[in-house]
Nanobody
Framework: VQLQASGGGSVQAGGSLRLSCDAS??????VGWFRQAPGKERAFVAA????????QYADAVKGRFTISRDNRNNTIYLQMNYLGLEDAAVYYC?????????????????WGQGTQVTVSS
């Protein structure tokens, strides 16, 4: 499984960004997004099963972020609205071929490269 993340950038607080993760190779059962801010551990953001029938969000992003998938091209999205300074981080997409959606990074065996999100006041 190969994952290619993109869409990061700089945005003012209160703004929006949409991250994309192109998945290729073998089929996967679960996809997720994690983020890592400087000096902090990697943290769970959102996850969903491939069908999109089960979604899970970190409390810090509920109501602001949405994870979704484009059925046409195997792209996973993370729509991020009302971004705050605390959302600034490197964002990673992750996937696993067998696991259920989870907030544990150890459950994901495939990772894309990170994409930087910068939020300014």
């Amino acid at each position: 499984v190969q994952l290619q993340a993109s869409g990061g950038g700089s945005v003012q607080a209160g703004g929006s960004l949409r991250l994309s993760c192109d998945a290729s190779g073998s089929t996967v059962s679960t996809v997720g997004w994690f983020r890592q801010a400087p000096g902090k551990e990697r943290a769970f953001v959102a996850a969903m099963n491939w069908r999109g029938s089960r979604k899970q969000y970190a409390d810090a992003v509920k109501g602001r972020f949405t994870i979704s998938r484009d059925n046409r091209n195997n792209t996973i999205y993370l729509q991020m609205n009302y971004l705050g300074l605390e959302d600034a981080a490197v964002y990673y997409c992750a996937a696993d071929r067998w696991a259920l959606p989870s907030d544990k990074s150890s459950n994901y065996n495939y990772w894309g490269q990170g994409t930087q999100v910068t939020v300014s006041s």
